[in-house]
C-alpha cells in the first residue's frame, strides 16, 4: 500500500541547481534573479562582490556541503517547497554532499523517521528522495533506535498501525532510511514460542503502514543476535511474501 500523498513524485521542481550568494546567503535561482532587478532599479552596481550584489548564477547547488542547502529566504522563498502539513522551507539546492555529509544526512534521516514533528519527518522524506542515488542501502544505513522500548511497547511511530496486533515481547527497534522495525518474542519467559520481526514503512506524508510481520521458530533464534537476523531477513528480502 503507498500512500495517497505522492508529493515527492513532483517536488524537484522546486529544486533550484543555480543559486546566488549575497551577504552570505545562498538563495536559489529565482530569489537571486528577482534581487538583481530590484537592486537595479534603486540604482545599486554590480561591484563583483556578493556583500554588495547578488554573485552568481553558480551550479550545482553552489557546490559540495557537509549538509543539504535551502534558500536562505526560507518561507519567503518565491520557489518556497510547501509541504503537505501546510508549512513551507525554501526551495531544496540540490548540492552533492561530502562524504562526511552523506554520513551525517542518513543519521538525520533516520532520526527523522522517530521525531513527534510531522514537518520533520516530511523532511526527512524529502532528503531521502532527492539524495537516493548517494545514500547507503537500507541493510547499509540499519541502526539500533537508542530510546526507550518499554515491556510490551514500541516506538511512538509504530503504534499507530501495530496496536492491537502485538502479542508479545519487543526486545529492540531497529531502522533505515525507509523502515522501522521491532524484533522480539511472541510467548514470555520458557514459552517462548516464536521470534517476531514487524515491518512497518514510512510514507511520503510521514506517515506509517505496511506493517508486515516475519515469524521464526525459536528453535532458529535463540542462538543468534536480532540484528544477525534482521539483517539476513532484509539481504533476502523476506517480507516480498507477507
Avoid at 557546490?63 to 526551495?91: M, N, W
Avoid at 533505515?176 to 522495525?181: E, I, T
Wanted: aromatic residues 8%.
Amino acid at each position: 500500500m503507498s500512500s495517497k500523498s505522492n508529493w515527492l513524485d513532483h517536488f524537484d521542481l522546486h529544486v533550484s541547481n543555480d543559486v546566488y550568494v549575497y551577504q552570505a546567503a545562498l538563495l536559489c535561482d529565482d530569489d537571486g534573479a528577482d534581487l538583481i532587478k530590484k537592486l537595479k532599479k534603486e540604482g545599486v552596481e554590480d561591484s563583483g562582490e556578493s556583500d554588495d550584489f547578488p554573485q552568481g548564477p553558480f551550479s550545482y547547488g553552489g557546490g559540495e556541503s557537509d549538509y543539504p542547502q535551502h534558500c536562505d529566504f526560507g518561507v519567503r522563498c518565491v520557489a518556497a517547497l510547501k509541504l503537505p502539513d501546510g508549512t513551507k522551507i525554501g526551495a531544496p539546492l540540490g548540492n552533492p554532499l561530502t562524504a562526511d555529509g552523506i554520513r551525517d544526512l542518513t543519521g538525520a534521516i533516520t532520526v527523522a523517521l522517530h521525531s513527534h514533528r510531522l514537518q520533520s519527518r516530511l523532511i526527512g522524506r524529502m532528503w531521502n528522495e532527492l539524495y537516493k542515488d548517494s545514500l547507503p542501502s537500507d541493510l547499509d544505513s540499519l541502526t539500533e533506535f537508542k530510546g526507550n522500548v518499554k515491556h510490551d511497547t514500541i516506538d511512538e511511530t509504530m503504534l499507530a498501525v501495530v496496536r492491537g496486533k502485538l502479542h508479545g515481547t519487543v526486545d529492540k527497534i531497529y531502522d533505515d532510511l525507509n523502515h522501522v522495525y521491532a524484533v522480539g518474542w511472541e510467548g514470555f519467559a520458557k514459552g517462548r514460542s516464536r521470534f517476531s520481526i514487524w515491518r512497518t514503512t514510512a510514507q511520503p506524508d510521514g506517515s506509517f503502514s505496511d506493517l508486515e510481520t516475519v515469524h521464526l521458530p525459536a528453535s532458529e533464534s535463540q542462538e543468534r543476535s536480532p540484528e544477525d537476523i534482521l539483517r539476513e531477513l532484509i539481504e533476502n528480502d523476506a517480507w516480498s511474501g507477507t
